[in-house]
């Protein structure tokens, strides 16, 4: 737990709760390859632009109930536990780690936020039970800001 040494396991909580080196780890990153991936989906370097479209097309609602579409991304949606804050556009996607981490992408404002923090409690490996609050008020506040800093500088 952030001591540095780990016994060459993965520092990842998922991977502890299942009591060792498993599968379902994730994939490990840094911010600016995460940054990066969101700068390639809105140049449409990554995708083209058609396949992007049919993203928002396919559908399916996971165990949660929450909307989601291709590798688990989420959509845009009313609901406060789809990662994306209220103000971007329905052109929007994210992808959360079981962390906390996360990555979205608004395409249509061409907006790309990493959020990087742990919600697991450490005593019980569950998020806390006001985490969603909490999240949904922190991606507010950077929305704010960060359509606020677009206008500022007509982007």
Do not use: W
Request: net charge positive.
């Amino acid at each position: 737990y952030g001591n540095g040494n780990n016994n060459r396991l993965p520092h990842d909580k998922k991977t502890r709760i299942a009591g060792g080196i498993t599968g379902a780890s994730g994939i490990f990153s840094n911010v600016f390859d995460m940054l990066r991936i969101g700068e390639l989906l809105i140049e449409e370097k990554f995708f083209d632009k058609g396949f992007l479209m049919d993203i928002f097309k396919y559908n399916f609602i996971d165990h949660k109930g929450r909307n989601r579409t291709y590798a688990g991304l989420y959509k845009y949606t009313d609901d406060y536990k789809c990662y994306i804050p209220k103000k971007y556009t329905k052109k929007s996607l994210a992808h959360q780690g079981y962390t906390g981490a996360t990555l979205i992408v608004d395409l249509e404002n061409k907006i790309v936020n990493v959020l990087l923090f742990d919600a697991i409690l450490k005593d019980t490996n569950e998020k806390s039970k006001n985490f969603f609050e909490g999240y949904d008020q922190l991606q507010e506040i950077i929305a704010n800001r960060t359509l606020h800093l677009k206008e500022d500088k007509n982007l």
